[in-house]
């Protein structure tokens, strides 16, 4: 069984929670603060609670053994508050017990290898999150009028997302295919030439602090979508500030993190030179040779909000950066408020249209 710890308020004994306001450990029950160095080597003593009942007999009523494969990435822990078993995927590192409701953190999940380097808190609260959401509705012109009245938050959940961090000096040499195009009329007649070029740049680009999430939960897309976070908040990383908090550890690993950093990379180079060929209206990467040096990385913890709806029995999924504020996530269209749309620019552009005709003849 894995060890958990948890921040106990010497006040009133209360648990304590991070609190994203004043960046201090908090007690929820007497409002005490604590700076969170405090509690930086803290750790709980083991509870054991133990009965006996040698004179019941008790039968199973099944064999109680788990069948194979069924406890495939389960992991049981033991709450030092009242002694309640919690079970949790093996990439859960922070919770809350369902019993007696203490904030706990999976010690073992953060140890050795899989410890984090840095983390930013959270700077922003639930309350924050669902202004967000709300603000992210209005202005959506074919978002279902009754969508707002109609879902409803299933779940809003703080988590500290594991990222990978990598520093790398890239050096390419890239060939592209660019045009030139020249129009223009010589009496009825329009004319168009197209230049073809084969353009050559090279040159390197230092890159820092680009972040892969190394959390097969979390949806590479969305979590890329909710960027930038500001790197100067980092800091080195403390178990108590996880406290209140859900938490995964890492379970994608470093190569594969760096794989899809060094496609980012490669595009962000790409981009980058072909700047440097404004005079041509197209300019697209034929091949590219591309090296990577002095690379370094570090993991960390990032905050995210997780809001998860549901609306006609379909599930919508939304994340906020739990640093900067920005949101993203998917929403239903109405599709027949986009074809009343359609239909009437359609209308207002044949009236133009026979405007314009009758001006002309």
């Known amino acids: 069984m894995s060890d958990m710890m948890e921040y106990k308020c010497p006040a ?14 908090k007690c929820p029950y007497c409002d005490s603060e604590y700076d969170i160095s405090v509690f930086e080597t803290q750790h709980a003593d083991t509870a054991a609670n133990k009965g006996s009942g ?12 788990w069948q194979p494969g069924e406890t495939d990435g ?36 953060f140890e ?7 983390i930013i808190p959270f700077k922003l609260d639930k309350k924050a999150a669902k202004q967000a959401y709300l603000a992210h509705l209005k ?18 959940k703080a988590v500290y997302v594991p990222f990978w961090l990598l520093n ?18 010589k009496g009825d007649t329009e004319y168009t030439e197209t230049e073809y070029f084969d353009l050559h740049r090279q040159g390197s680009v230092s890159f820092q602090n680009v972040p892969t999430d190394c959390s097969r939960k979390m949806d590479d897309a969305l979590m890329e979508s909710i960027e930038p976070f500001y790197y100067q908040d980092l800091q080195p990383f403390s178990p108590a500030f996880l406290a209140g908090y859900l938490a995964d550890r890492y379970d994608v690993s470093l190569e594969e993190c760096m794989r899809r950093a060094r496609v980012r990379i490669k595009k962000s180079v790409e981009d980058s030179f072909a700047k440097t ?6 300019v697209r990467a034929r091949q590219t040779s591309m090296s990577m040096m002095n690379t370094t990385y570090s993991y960390v913890l990032l905050p995210v909000w997780i809001l998860n709806t549901t ?38 552009f044949s009236i133009i249209c026979m405007i314009i005709s009758f001006l002309i003849f």
């Not at 648990?15 to 004043?22: G, N, Q």
């Not at 040698?54 to 053994?65: D, I, P, T």
């Not at 009028?145 to 779940?155: L, M």
């Open 277 to 282: 060929a404004s005079a041509y209206q197209t």
């Open 311 to 348: 609306w006609k029995g379909q599930n919508f999924i939304f994340a906020m950066n739990g640093q900067t504020g920005k949101m993203v996530g998917d929403l239903p269209m109405d599709k027949t408020a986009f074809g009343i749309y359609l239909l009437s620019r359609g209308v207002i």
């Open 112 to 118: 050795g290898d899989k410890r984090p380097d840095k």
């Open 54 to 65: 040698a004179n019941e007999q008790w039968k199973a009523e099944s064999s109680g053994e």
């Open 74 to 109: 389960m992991r049981v822990y033991a709450c030092q508050s009242c002694g309640g078993e919690i079970v949790a995927d093996e990439s859960t590192g922070a919770t809350t017990c369902p019993y007696c409701g203490n904030n706990v953190v999976m010690k073992g999940q």
């Open 139 to 156: 202005g959506k012109l074919f978002l279902p009028s009754v969508f707002k009245q109609q879902n409803h938050i299933d779940e809003i």
């Open 12 to 25: 009133c004994g209360g648990a304590l929670e991070f609190d994203s306001a004043s960046q201090r450990m």
């Open 168 to 185: 790398a000096d890239a050096e390419a040499d890239i060939d592209y295919d660019a045009t030139r195009i020249h129009v223009w009329e």
